[in-house]
């Protein structure tokens, strides 16, 4: 099992990549949200000429807010920074669309990204279309070294949805999911074999499987309603609250799109979404998302909730747990978790988890 880190993308704040591979992390994940946080090319810019060994990337770009051109020469950029140790992680820009009031990609719109991104990142010229205006591309002087596509950038696809999941196995070098359960996971497997088939692909040890959540280190005795396990999970439970409202809200409200783990707030969650200015709600859900949690949202954050959605245990369960991630397929876990204690999250697991499994 590989252990990668994910932070709240600040570009004040690149030295934790540096500090994650003096803990022995295999990977960074940057996140691409530009109007939440710092631009992700950037940070990943001064890890890349600040680091040896831990590997680079985004996580998650978003689909919809760059062309895919432009992804690929900005990681390709990466790579001749820290040559080989770059990869790119793509999606459908759910969190850079959803804090703008937009949409995010659709399926057929980001099965045609990861098409151009794979063409142009291998040195290929490939029809491109661009408001209806379909021309060759490819990139030039490459003679000069601009970009580095002589090393290989795999490319990995965030999706928790079925059919992105299938793309994922029929398309990518890899897959992120957003989880910390086995039982959705075993789901998950299902529906990227589904993929892979269509393709005739086998995934083998080459395909890279990532699970991101947050977590925390219990210490004896210590129980779920810690204020200390509050502070180092909340931001990740109340990314997960988001987001099964927006699928309450968009899925018709329906009694059954409300996660039983929820079921006890969320009557008093909507009275708060209810005060939030009509024109610009998406703005006051995604305020402190995946960063802080929020002081009126802590109420929210339930014991039944930090065990579903994070990876929070004292140190043999965690060990368990990992193993049993591991038993179902997952290379990796990518810890994410609030901005204020990023440094002790990774420190705990590193010194109390990371050795077993090794």
């Not at 994940?29 to 000429?49: E, K, R």
């Not at 359960?181 to 789901?187: F, P, V």
Request: hydrophobic share 40%.
């Amino acid at each position: 099992m590989e252990f990668g880190i994910m932070f709240a993308t600040h570009i004040g704040n690149w030295d934790v990549i540096r500090y994650a591979e003096e803990l022995g992390y295999d990977r960074a994940w940057v996140p691409d949200s530009h109007m939440i946080w710092s631009d992700c090319y950037a940070t990943l810019a001064l890890a890349a000429v600040n680091t040896k060994r831990i590997r680079l990337g985004t996580g998650i770009a978003g689909a919809g807010t760059r062309i895919a051109p432009v992804t690929a020469h900005s990681i390709a950029s990466i790579n001749r920074l820290a040559p080989g140790r770059v990869f790119l992680g793509i999606g459908s820009g759910h969190t850079s669309m959803r804090v703008m009031g937009q949409s995010f990609v659709s399926l057929p719109e980001l099965r045609e990204y990861v098409r151009v991104l794979r063409a142009l990142l291998a040195g290929e010229e490939i029809d491109y279309d661009y408001r209806g205006n379909t021309r060759a591309i490819k990139f030039l002087h490459r003679d000069r070294h601009f970009i580095d596509l002589d090393h290989p950038i795999p490319i990995y696809l965030a999706a928790n949805g079925p059919k992105a999941i299938e793309l994922a196995g029929e398309t990518c070098d890899g897959w992120i999911s957003s989880t910390a359960s086995a039982h959705d996971a075993r789901g998950f497997f299902e529906h990227l074999r589904i993929g892979a088939a269509k393709r005739g692909r086998a995934l083998g040890a080459g395909f890279h499987t990532t699970f991101v959540t947050a977590g925390c280190v219990l210490r004896p005795g210590e129980k779920l309603t810690s204020e200390r396990v509050i502070d180092e999970t909340g931001s990740q439970v109340a990314c997960n609250l988001h987001l099964n409202y927006e699928m309450w809200l968009f899925g018709g409200k329906k009694d059954a799109l409300i996660p039983a783990c929820f079921a006890n707030i969320w009557e008093d969650y909507l009275k708060r979404v209810e005060r939030f200015p009509k024109d610009s709600w998406y703005q006051y859900l995604y305020d402190g998302h995946c960063t802080f949690l929020q002081p009126e949202e802590r109420r929210f954050i339930t014991p039944a909730a930090i065990a579903e959605y994070t990876l929070t245990g004292e140190p043999d369960e965690l060990i368990a747990r990992l193993r049993a991630m591991e038993a179902l397929g997952f290379n990796e876990i990518t810890l994410l978790p609030p901005d204020d204690y990023g440094r002790k999250v990774y420190r705990d697991f590193a010194e109390q988890v990371m050795p077993a499994l090794r």
